[in-house]
């Protein structure tokens, strides 16, 4: 039974989902890196949200470690590449709290502009400051959003509800999409020139950290009003604390903060300042939706191997699963079978799906090519980190589709150029379940790529078969399998059996010598 350790405060349901799934779980918060590094290899998944800082260290002490699911948005918490490379999935789940998030941002906007943080401390000591507390209207006012992804598009729909002209940056935004948001698409510069409030949704990446640097809050207009419920490292806190105490920044938002928790801060006591503890997705509604969610996705990958919003592979559902396991299968041994047999450091490799195969998802077909073709480098490759190792290598990737149906009512093939010109294996599935391999290097031969095997290329002669029978035989070797394939009488042939064990190198070297032998190698699946 698949075992997941929940690291960071989570709804209850995530735990109940995972037992109903016949997932072990275990819930504890709070842990120290070196406390998780002492238990983390004893789990094959890990809910995280935001608390769980999951480095290089966690992830090589996670020997066991399958899939890691972050209940909610933001995933900088994470390794991702160096997760790849270990072949850990990462999955989130990019909509369960956008609206929460949305909301904070909105209600911070309006907290800024009214400054009621500071008149309800004000109020509540009893000092009615009547004229003290002089706000701003929404209505009428520039909106400038940076980044304009789910939870920007809510926060152009709210404040356009509430008379907000909305100005948007964010280099992904198509112009048809920023018609029907309803927002104008600028550059950075425009909008820092016209937004009388600022709100960041963006990830943090090397593109995005400090998009609000000193330079750039410097072109901001007079009075801006800047609200941050993204990341942290958006925006240069000691920059905006000049602003405001400037007054050139007229107030500041921020729920997130460059080091969290944010316990101390210099920004904090400055004037127009409203904080929140990243609390941008803590509604019971987010917390509910995210937790189910991150339960779900982790529960499918581990009890079927189905793959839903990860960051790091592509996705594949608990429907499609099914249908497309003896696919990847029989992707993952030919790929195998071509990495067993190329003689070159090959640096291209095609996969072609036809026939009913060509209507899949093509991707999960490809990663378990790659899987099994880069395991010729190391033991360790598995679907998620075989594309960054192919990538890593130079290695040029290509997929096609033929609808058409050919000899089989599907089909997979590898093609791959090497010094000695194109080299192609493809194969099927019998009763759509049982991979089998239908030709190799141009040679018709139906075989189980399973277990030992030899394969010999040979000139096809009388008494070959033989030959290579007694050589087996003398040295106890017994043949399970036997499946022969011939570019014609008397020409090239292909001569492929399963061995009940392993083929020692003294027999293969036996094996090579035999009149007529080309190639002999020893296969394993
Ligand atoms: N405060 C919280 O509790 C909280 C909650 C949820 C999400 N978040 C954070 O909010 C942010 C946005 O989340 P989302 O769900 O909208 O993400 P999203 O991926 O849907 O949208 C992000 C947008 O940023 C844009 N973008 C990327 N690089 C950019 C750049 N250099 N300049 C301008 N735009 C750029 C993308 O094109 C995309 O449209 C994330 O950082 C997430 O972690 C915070
Ligand atoms: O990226 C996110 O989803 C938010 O930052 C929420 O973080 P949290 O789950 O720690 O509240």
């Known amino acids: 039974m698949p ?3 929940i690291s960071d405060k989570m709804d209850p349901q995530a735990a109940q989902i995972f037992r109903d799934r016949g997932v072990e779980v275990d819930e504890i918060t709070g842990l120290k890196p ?13 809910a995280i949200r935001s608390s769980t800082t999951v480095t290089k260290e966690i992830l090589d002490a996670a020997t066991n470690l399958k899939v890691i699911g972050r209940a909610g948005i933001g995933v900088d918490n994470v390794d991702i590449p160096y997760a790849s490379s270990r072949g850990v999935v990462v999955m989130n789940t990019p909509f369960g709290n956008s609206i929460t998030t949305a909301e904070h941002a909105i209600a911070l906007m309006f907290a800024v502009a009214r400054q009621l943080p500071e008149a309800d401390a004000s109020t509540q000591a009893g000092k009615w400051e009547k004229n003290r507390f002089m706000g701003v209207e929404l209505t009428g006012k520039t909106l400038g959003l940076i980044g304009a992804g789910n939870i920007g598009s809510i926060v152009a729909s709210r404040a356009l509800g509430l008379k907000m002209k909305v100005v948007a940056f964010d280099p992904f935004l198509t112009p048809e999409r920023a018609i029907e948001m309803g927002v104008e698409k600028v550059d ?56 405001l105490e400037s007054g050139h920044i007229a107030g500041a938002a921020l729920d997130v903060f460059a080091v969290e928790p ?7 006591g400055t004037p127009n300042l409203v904080c929140t503890p990243h609390l941008g997705a803590s509604t019971k509604e987010a917390q509910v939706n995210v937790a189910l969610q991150v339960a779900e996705q982790l529960s499918d990958y581990l009890m079927t191997g189905g793959v839903t919003n990860a960051l790091n592979m592509p996705s594949l559902s608990a429907e499609e699963a099914p249908k497309l396991k003896p696919y990847m299968a029989l ?16 640096d291209n490799i095609a996969v072609e799906v036809e026939g009913a195969a060509a209507e899949l998802n093509i991707k999960p077909i490809t990663g378990a090519v790659l899987a099994g073709f880069m395991r010729r480098y190391s033991d360790t490759v598995n679907m998620v980190n075989a594309p960054y190792l192919a990538k890593e290598r130079g290695l040029d990737v290509r997929e096609v589709r033929h609808a058409q149906e050919g000899a ?55 008494g070959f078969i033989g030959r290579v029978g007694t050589t087996l035989g003398e040295a106890g070797l017994n043949i399970g399998t036997f499946h022969l394939g011939r570019r014609s ?20 070297d036996t094996i090579s010598k035999l009149p007529g032998v080309k190639r002999a190698k020893a296969l394993k699946f």
């Not at 901001?220 to 604390?241: F, H, P």
């Not at 190799?440 to 000139?459: K, P, Q, R, T």
Request: some cysteine; overall charge negative.
């Open 188 to 243: 950075l510069d425009t909008l820092l020139a016209r937004a009388d409030f600022i709100t960041l949704h963006t990830p943090l990446t090397d593109q995005t950290r400090n998009i609000l640097s000193r330079e750039n809050l410097a072109k901001t207009k007079k009075g801006v009003r800047i609200v941050n419920c993204a990341r942290g490292g958006l925006i240069d806190e000691a920059a905006l604390k000049e602003g």
């Open 331 to 346: 992707a993952e041994k030919l790929g195998s079978l071509v990495g067993q047999l190329a003689q070159d450091d090959l």
């Open 489 to 508: 009488a008397g020409g090239e042939a292909i001569l492929l059996l399963t061995i009940d064990s392993a083929i020692p190198q003294p027999v293969l």
């Open 3 to 5: 075992k997941v350790l």
């Open 408 to 462: 089989y009512q599907t089909l997979v093939r590898i093609t791959v150029n090497t010094s000695e010109g194109t080299r192609s294996v493809a194969g099927t599935l019998f009763g759509n379940a049982n991979p089998r391999l239908v030709e190799i290097f141009g040679i018709s031969l139906e075989a189980e790529l399973e277990g030992d095997m030899l394969y010999i290329v040979n000139e096809d002669a009388p």
């Open 34 to 46: 070196e406390e998780l590094i002492k238990i983390i290899g004893d789990y094959d998944g890990l």
């Open 262 to 268: 944010a316990k101390e801060n210099a920004l904090f």
